[in-house]
Structures are given as structure tokens and as C-alpha cells.
């Protein structure tokens, strides 16, 4: 352990490691491939996070044995292209199924929460906390029948996209580009599903939303807007990142930021290089979230297991060299813990409804 507060994390991409690589991936054991498993999570100073439920687009059960996921190579999915919904719920049930048999194989060392207070007591205990996130919304009947089953399950967090189309909305491509401004907003089956989140308290999440249909949940959505794993546009000029304009109505919906540890959503021109990344253009992004949108809105949404991290950072035992960068700039203790996982807590507390 180490002496920086404990870690909430708005992303990431584990639960795919058993799908689509072929290493025998264990999240109880520790692992030398991949971001995040439970020994370095403990290792990091992580105490749980949101687990992404994602329908890569033509994921095979097994990959082949000589191309396991490593830095670098491209995902599998192709992008864009919209997904049929019995592909996407087959592959949605697989990959939940998974999270589930975690909760019941840890033996009680991870937990599905539920509300609030299973976070904070898990927090407060050392069971590592986990939110059952849809990272898009394809997995879900236009009719929202799936949402009542998902919600009685567990899910509390969900994407309405990912970066391709649904029924839904549509997402923003990845890559550099002058403005998230691509693509029409909410269809009216989008508008129906985050009147349904609104009313069953589950978190929107807006991190790949193209703007459009960003404008158009900040219009009609009853609760904070919430970016889980999204940086600052103005620093990068990622697609995927949120423009001042968008920080600002984060801010006025008392919502949140996590700081997405993609290299090439940090680094002012994009580049994928892992090396060229360092721990101060983090902290430039963190300043640039504190300044516009308050220390109260700003979190971590690390994207483990599901992108490209500075070599500086390596995967989750580096975590408190992030938190070391942050204290040497100037952040206090209170700050620290902000970042670290109050303020998720805050947006929980008044997102969901139980
Ligand atoms: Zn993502």
C-alpha cells in the first residue's frame, strides 16, 4: 500500500481479457500482460471501478494463441459499423456472465455494487468495488425490456454508445479531428432510454457520444452529466475528448470528468506513442479540468485493458506515480482524495436511486 488515498476508477476494459485474449487471464492472480488484475490493483492502491460491459464487433470466443492483446496491436473490432442486437446480447451475456462469476468466485474479495453504500463499504473494508457498466447501448431492445432486466441485475452505469451508430445515437469516430461535432443526436428510442436511466437512476454515461447527442442528454437528462473516461479537447484534439464548451455543461449539471489515461487522447498531437507520454501532460490535463470545471468534477477513468497507457504508468500498481505527480504540483491531501474517489461518490449519491 501506499500513503495516497484509495482509488475509484471510471473505466475499464478487463472483463473483455477473458473473451478475447488467450492467456489464461485470472483477475485474482497476478498477471504480467494487461493493465489490471486484484494483486496490482492492491499493489496501485485501487479499490474498484466500473467494469465495461463492451460488444467488440466480431470478437472470436478465443483469439488465436499467437496474437494475444499487447500494446499496440489493433483491437479487433472494426469501427463504426452498427451491430445486429442478437449479436450484441449473446456477447453482452457472455461478458457480463463473466463479471458475475468474479463476484461468486472471489470469495467475497470483489462485489457488484449496488448503491451507494455497498461502494463506500467496500471501500472502507478492502472488497474491491465493482460497477457493472454497458459500454453502449447495443445489447438493448429499442422496447427497453433488456434495460429492466439489466437493471435488476446490477447494471448502474451505461454508455449510450460506444464510437459507432445504434438506435440509440451515434458515437464519435476515434481520432484527431477538429471537433466532436460529427453525426445527428439522440434518435427517439435515445431520448426514451435516458428517460429511463433518469428513472431507474442509472448512470448516462456521455464519454463516446458524439456532440450532438451530447447536447441533447444534457437537455432533457435529470441528472449530472457524467464523462467516465473522456479528457480535455482543448489540450488534444481528439474527437473522444470534451470541448470547454462541453467541461462547462458538465459543471452546470454538477457533474464529472475521469481523466482517460489513453496516450493518444493526452498527448497534444495525438500520438500513440506510449513512450512520449509523461505523467506531466496528465497532471495538464487534470489542472485544465480543475480550472473549468471545479476540483469537486474531476475523477480518474483510467481505461485499463482497453487502450494504450504511458510506459511511465505501466498498468495499475504505477498508480501512485500519478498520484506522486499530482501531490508534487501542488494538489493538498483534501484534492487527492477528490480525485482519488470522493467525488465518484458524490455523482453516485446523486445519480442513482438506491
Ligand atoms: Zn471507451
Not at 3 to 10: A, M, R, Y
Request: hydrophobic share 40%; proline share 6%; charged share 25%.
Amino acid at each position: 500500500m501506499n500513503d495516497f488515498p484509495i482509488v475509484f476508477d471510471g473505466h475499464n476494459d478487463t472483463l473483455l481479457r477473458y473473451l478475447r485474449d488467450d492467456d489464461g487471464f485470472d483477475f485474482f492472480a497476478r498477471n504480467e500482460l494487461g493493465h489490471l488484475d486484484l494483486p496490482r490493483a492492491r499493489e496501485g492502491g485501487l479499490g474498484g471501478g466500473f467494469f465495461a460491459v463492451f460488444v467488440p464487433a466480431n470478437l472470436k470466443p478465443r483469439a488465436t494463441v499467437n496474437e494475444p492483446f499487447t500494446r499496440g496491436n489493433p483491437p479487433p473490432q472494426r469501427r463504426g459499423e452498427p451491430l445486429s442486437l442478437e449479436y450484441s446480447q449473446r456477447m453482452a451475456f457472455a461478458i457480463s456472465a463473466q463479471l458475475f462469476r468474479m463476484e461468486r468466485q472471489s470469495a467475497g474479495a470483489l462485489r457488484i455494487a449496488r448503491c451507494l453504500r455497498d461502494v463506500e463499504e467496500d471501500l472502507a473494508n478492502g472488497v474491491f468495488s465493482a460497477i457493472f457498466h454497458l459500454e453502449g447501448a447495443e445489447p438493448l431492445d429499442p422496447e427497453l425490456h433488456a434495460l429492466e432486466i439489466y437493471h435488476a441485475a446490477g447494471l448502474r452505469s451505461l454508455g449510450i454508445v460506444w464510437s459507432r451508430s445504434n438506435c440509440f445515437a451515434h458515437g464519435v469516430p476515434i481520432g484527431m479531428h477538429p471537433t466532436p461535432d460529427i453525426g445527428p443526436g439522440l434518435t427517439e428510442e435515445g431520448f426514451a432510454l435516458v428517460r429511463a436511466c433518469n428513472e431507474l437512476g442509472v448512470l448516462i454515461d456521455l464519454s463516446h457520444l458524439n456532440e450532438a447527442g451530447f447536447w441533447d442528454v444534457a437537455r432533457v437528462s435529470q441528472a449530472p452529466l457524467v464523462a467516465t473516461h473522456s479528457n480535455v479537447h482543448a489540450l488534444c484534439p481528439n474527437a473522444r475528448n470534451l470541448t470547454d464548451r462541453q467541461l462547462d455543461a458538465i459543471a452546470a449539471s454538477d457533474g464529472i470528468v475521469g481523466l482517460n489515461f489513453a496516450v493518444s487522447f493526452l498527448h497534444p498531437e495525438g500520438s500513440h506513442d506510449t513512450a512520449a507520454t509523461h505523467l506531466e501532460t496528465m497532471v495538464r490535463h487534470i489542472d485544465h479540468l480543475v480550472e473549468r470545471i471545479g476540483i469537486d468534477r474531476v475523477a480518474l477513468g483510467s481505461d485499463y485493458d482497453g487502450t494504450d497507457i504511458p510506459d511511465v504508468l505501466g498498468d495499475v500498481s504505477g498508480l501512485p506515480k500519478l498520484m506522486a505527480a499530482l501531490r508534487a504540483s501542488g494538489y493538498g491531501d483534501e484534492e487527492l482524495k477528490k480525485i482519488a474517489h470522493e467525488n465518484w461518490l458524490r455523482v453516485l449519491r446523486l445519480t442513482w436511486k438506491n
